[in-house]
């Protein structure tokens, strides 16, 4: 049985506007992860989406004019700031960049790393100027954005992951202060996107609840997410979106605490247990699982996830965007992403 899919009576930025207002929209929100994974269907490799501003660009404006999501984001990921700062990273032409060497073999080098200059440090300037000319392009239908890794998942990047959560035990004064170094490189590139009148919002996979302990989120990863967080808010004028990848469960409280606009969640833990508990703190993003139902699912599969999603968390007092519970995987056809938001236009009409 086809479904009635009814058109958006609103731009993008109309909509999103008016939610912040809490005024009445036509439908839910619908925000999925979208980014390098695209670059592919616009005749773009990965690799060119990582060092080429006018690829960025390309992508970002035809992701738009594709998809409709209600925000675009245009940012150097979890790899562009601990890069600029010394690390290195591999990137293949179609596939993930992934990390390959530590800038920080030995604590007693720290005194060598220094925090970013985001205008002339490793690529960060390419996402600075895509930001600035993507938003000239379509920020008039919609809200353009920058995610970056948080300061605990830089850290991570700069010292070797595994290295890094075992000196939490062994080292953690040193720990501590990788974490101000990384902290300063994080509001560095808050500021650059601010001054570009614009929003960032953070991610923070390396403080999974999959990876660390609550005790040791709440000791090494909130206090400096906090400093930048407050960075945000002093100014844009109000927290954003914090996304933590995995299990999250044990650190809701947390993250809500770190003064954040927006929580948005992996799709391994409830959205609906989340409404229950801050529904009335923070705007709920998410979370339809992006490998198992976008990536493999069918169309049917996606607009049953998407329903799912909006019947728990639809009535949330802070709101709730429909999302992807992480980045759309590379690879997924366009026609699944569209499915996504038309669950959002079949299933999120105002009730």
Known sequence: MSQIIKPDQMTPRERMEAFSAGKQIDRIPCGPFLGEACAPLFGHTIKEHNFSTEVIIDVAVKSFETFRPDSIGVGPGLQGIPEAMGSEFKFPENGTPYFSKPILRDYKD????????????????YFLEALKV?????????????????????????????????????????????????????????????????????????ASGTM????????????????????????????????????????????????????????IDDI?????????????????????????????????????????????????????GCDIPIGTHPDKIIALMDSARIYGQKR
């Open 110 to 125: 720290i005194g060598k790393l220094s925090p970013i200059d985001p205008y002339k440090d490793g690529r960060i300037s």
């Open 134 to 206: 993507a938003n000239s392009k379509i920020g008039h239908e919609v809200f353009v954005g920058s995610s970056m890794g948080g300061p605990f998942t830089t850290a991570a990047f700069l010292r070797g992951t595994e290295d890094f959560l075992k000196d939490i035990t062994r080292n953690p004064e040193m720990v501590h202060k990788l974490l101000e170094i990384s902290t300063q490189s994080v509001i560095n590139y808050i500021d650059a996107v601010c001054d570009l009148g614009l929003s960032p919002s953070i991610a923070e996979p390396v």
């Open 212 to 267: 660390i302990s609550a005790k040791t989120f709440r000791e090494f990863a909130k206090p400096y997410l906090k400093k930048c967080m407050d960075r945000i808010i002093e100014r844009r004028g109000s927290g954003t979106t914090l996304h933590i990848c995995g299990t999250t469960k044990k650190i809701w409280a947390d993250m809500v605490d770190v003064g954040i606009g927006n929580l948005s969640l992996d799709n």
């Open 272 to 324: 609906g247990e989340l409404k229950e508990q801050f529904g009335d703190k923070v705007c709920l993003i998410g979370n339809v699982a992006p490998v198992e139902t976008i990536l493999r699912g069918t169309i049917e599969e996606i607009h049953n996830a998407g329903k799912l999603c909006i019947s728990k968390a639809y009535d949330s007092p802070k709101g709730f965007v429909l999302s992807s």
